[in-house]
């Protein structure tokens, strides 16, 4: 096996035989041979230990690589810009938790809010501007992409009050009524204990969590 | 003074018996070594087969995604990479990413302002000779915008802008192929003569541009004008591809020094 030698390529150099190599993120395979998309180091990973395929991967790190652009099928970080009747704009921060550089804009449908009763949702109950949404992300049309919340795990991850307080998720149901209650379509927050969020039931199907966002 | 007066009264003028000797004499010189067939010394001093000397720096453009300049002899290019950013509104869907190029030239690119008139095809060249080696695929939707301004045209100057605009794509690590390099050549009666300056290309029986990605041993874009016979063609070509592999040798030490400079 190769060691891992660490020296810069630049695009279109050989970087070995498809035979012995896989290829990894910066490099391509042209035929047999197996060369650099993107000037930076040289790298070799060894197959995982166990695989059946013996051959170690090849890819070219280090050096910069252009933005993140968002991919069909990522998971987005976006702050919704506008809201309005059938749908809300939202400008992607964050693609797989990497920053982007430009400016992308997402459009999120009434009929991506939630998977179920999807013709009943109130697209001002369910974002507001400022809010940080988690998203899955389609191509979507020639102006915008498409971002989806038909998800447990996709939502609101972090939103602020009018006082400009952060808010906390609770489940109305575990509380007192009578105080005033937000709607909102959140992140399940299992996933995102670090963002300090919490949500003390879910509802189970996910879909048109009634919550109440209390101030912190 | 009196064939001065005598001119006015009769309401005319005669040019120099000398008018245009400057041009004749050149034109004649011209010829003669073409008959002689003989390797006459360029302006520059340099031979048929030698390139103006390459200076290529990256990153001149700091608001850029990546950029370069190149100085070749007299032409002066400086190329800006943009994106991958969102498309423009008014543009169609698209599965695949776009390329967007755009040449242009100060309005001091040439001695004389406002000469430079038949390089609106350039852009659309310069997008032929790159759309190959840029893998659009790697980023739907969006588009990478590249603009090369001309500071100073001095001769081949798409193949230098081609040169250019591909190691700045390089520097701003958008994902190619190979490195496009481009050289061209002039061809003046028997003989072929490399990388032409603009009174040579102005000179010229017809030139040949070829842009071409090394590693891959694949041309990109191949232009010919003028007049050409089938045996010069090919050797013309070859010429080209050869010089093209010396260029891109300098763009990749250009990288690696970028590169390691980073660190």
Redesign the interface.
Known sequence: MEHDGGE?V?????LGNSLSLLVGR?A?A?GRCV?A?????RRLVPPPSGSTDQRSTVEVV??????A????GSVVIARVTKVMARMASADIMCVDSKAV?????GMIRQQDVRATEIDKVDMYQSYRPGDIVRALLS?????A?YLSTAQNELGVVSAQSITGRFMMAYNVLTNDAGSSCVYQKLCDAQAHVATGFRILNDVGEGFALLLRLRYN | MSAAAAAATAGTYSPAAAAGEKRRERKEELRRHLAEDADWPRADGRSFHDCRPAFMQTGPTTAA?GSAYAEFGKTKVIVSVF?????K?A???S?TGRLNCNVSYTTFATPIPGQVTDNKEYSAMLHKALEG?V?LH?????TVDVFALVLESGGSDLPIIISCASLAL??????????VTSVSVSCFGKNIIIDPTSDEEAWQDGSITVAY????KEITQLTVTGEWSDGKITNAVELCMDACSKLCDV??ER??D???L?E
């Open positions: 810069v630049t695009p279109g150099e050989l910066g391509y042209d060369r998309s993107i000037t930076g180091h280090g050096h910069k690589a252009h933005g652009v968002p991919q069909p550089k430009e400016k992308f804009t191509l979507g049309d020639a102006r992409y | 995604s994106g991958p950013r969102e498309s509104k543009m169609l869907y599965d080696t893998m790697i980023f739907p939707k969006t390089a520097d701003a690590g958008i994902m190619m192929c190979d490195l990605m090394p590693a891959r763009l990749r990288l690696k970028a590169a390691s980073a």
